[in-house]
Nanobody, 123 residues
Framework: EVQLVESGGGLVQTGGSLRLSCAAS????????IGWLRQAPGDSREGVSC????????FYSGAVEGRFTISTDNDKNMVYLQMNNLQPEDTAVYYC????????????????WGQGTQVTVSS
């Protein structure tokens, strides 16, 4: 059974940092494209970063490029999102997701999702 479990969210002040973790199980991490997506209250889900394990390609949305970094530890079956210089507009529930056949930021591309972790940035 595919499982994705996020952790590491919390409350942080503007300019602070958080590292989100996603524990993956039930599949081989390198067989899937990986994404981090978020959903703010009243908004639809949006992709912030994605990674292609086969070639290490990474992509970021314009809103987070230069501040967020996606990474994996394939030996531990873990996915990470390092978030620096956090801003109030980054407040959202953050989800880890995987896609068998698509690489990109669109939420519709992803086949499996975690339950999400809340990130709140105070001004």
């Amino acid at each position: 059974e595919v499982q994705l479990v996020e952790s590491g969210g919390g409350l942080v002040q503007t300019g602070g940092s958080l590292r989100l973790s996603c524990a993956a199980s039930g599949f081989t991490l390198t067989d899937y494209y990986i994404g981090w997506l978020r959903q703010a209250p009243g908004d639809s889900r949006e992709g912030v970063s994605c990674l292609s394990p086969s070639d290490g390609a990474k992509f970021y949305s314009g809103a987070v490029e230069g501040r967020f970094t996606i990474s994996t530890d394939n030996d531990k079956n873990m996915v990470y999102l390092q978030m620096n210089n956090l801003q109030p507009e980054d407040t959202a529930v953050y989800y880890c997701a995987i896609s068998r056949s698509n690489y990109g930021l669109g939420p519709d591309l992803y086949d499996y999702w975690g339950q999400g972790t809340q990130v709140t940035v105070s001004s």
